[in-house]
């Protein structure tokens, strides 16, 4: 099983507020992915991080996105500005990179639901 | 541009059956291929990837996958399945050297007693 821990597991936002989402990736796990899954199924990669640098990110939507992975702190997704299309399934995942890079681990995810 | 098309939605067998999920990919290079599963009201769980040597890989709980270059395949296969394994089924290409995922629109496995 997945070790990686994404905090909150739901999210309720009202149009416009800001949304934060947190995430622990495996331990020793130096890669992390966040994926925006929406309710077709569809996954849109966001960003991903090799310790706390940015590796490839997708042009934020506005930059309304954005990330981080401190050293020492838990990575982070946040929203600035929430809007309905925004609501969907936020999942964390890491990877060891290397040869073992295109293998992921995911959390639970987050849930956000923007009204 | 990589694609991955998984062409049935929704698969449902009785339990102790056998059942393939399809796979099939478009990109000209070298990729890697793995399954992912979804259990409701989860996060994705890997189960078995391909990158090269044998064509058939094994993964957790009794799956096993086929590659097929000519074909532009690779799919997920298990011989008996249990209710357990009701869930959805992702596949999902990577290229290059970030680890970046391509998944499929997902298929839903129902397993009837």
């Known amino acids: 099983n997945s070790k990686v821990i994404q905090t909150p597991r739901y999210l309720v936002k009202g149009q416009g507020q800001k949304a934060k989402m947190r995430c622990i990736p495996e331990k020793g796990h130096p890669v992390v992915f966040w994926y925006q899954q929406n309710k077709n199924n569809e996954f849109k990669f966001l960003i991903n991080?090799?310790?706390?640098?940015?590796?490839?990110q997708i042009d934020m939507t506005e930059k309304r996105f954005s990330a981080e992975c401190p050293s020492n702190s838990p990575c982070s997704l946040e929203i600035q500005s929430s809007e309905a299309g925004d609501s969907a399934l936020y999942l964390c995942?890491?990877?060891?990179?290397?040869?073992?890079?295109?293998?992921?681990?995911f959390g639970a995810g987050t849930r956000l639901s923007v009204l | 541009t990589q694609t991955v098309s998984q062409s049935d939605a929704h698969v449902t067998v009785f339990e102790g059956d056998s059942v393939e999920l399809r796979c099939n990919y478009s990109?000209?290079?070298?990729?890697?291929l793995s399954w992912y599963i979804q259990h409701h009201g989860h996060g994705l769980q890997f189960l078995l990837k391909?990158?090269?040597?044998?064509?058939v890989v094994q993964g957790v709980n009794g799956f096993e996958a086929e590659f097929s270059k000519s074909d532009s395949s690779f799919h997920l296969r298990k011989a008996s399945v249990h209710w357990s394994d009701s869930a959805v089924y992702f596949c999902?290409?990577?290229?290059?050297?970030?680890?970046?995922?391509?998944f499929g629109l997902g298929t839903t496995l129902q397993v009837q007693p």
């Open positions: 990109y000209g290079g070298s990729i890697y």
């Open positions: 999902a290409v990577g290229t290059g050297n970030t680890g970046k995922l391509i």
């Open positions: 991080f090799q310790n706390q640098e940015v590796l490839q």
């Open positions: 995942a890491s990877s060891l990179g290397g040869v073992s890079q295109n293998t992921l681990y």
């Open positions: 391909y990158y090269s040597g044998n064509p």
